[in-house]
């Protein structure tokens, strides 16, 4: 990890503006009730939740926003534990939310 990071932050330390990344998603609106999100591997369509109306076949966005939470928080972990040479070699994360409908 160090040695894969090591030209990149020497590059953000002699521009420290290179190293603002800007993120970026986008939806378009689709048939019913529907956002149709292009995530750079596939395209995912959020729709209801079922106890709002939807049948289950798209996803929920509330489910999405959680699962890139985790997602980002495995990944940090993983990679400053490899960073700091703390052996991880299994874990969870979780999140959760709750809304009233």
Partial sequence: MRALQAPIKEKYRENPEAARVVLKAEGRLGEGIACRIETGKAIAEAG???????????????????????ACAGVTCKAVATALDIPVRDGTVTASGSSVW
């Fill in 48 to 70: 209801l939740h079922p106890s709002t109306g939807g049948d289950g076949s798209q996803l929920c966005s509330g489910d999405m926003l959680l699962e890139a939470l985790v």
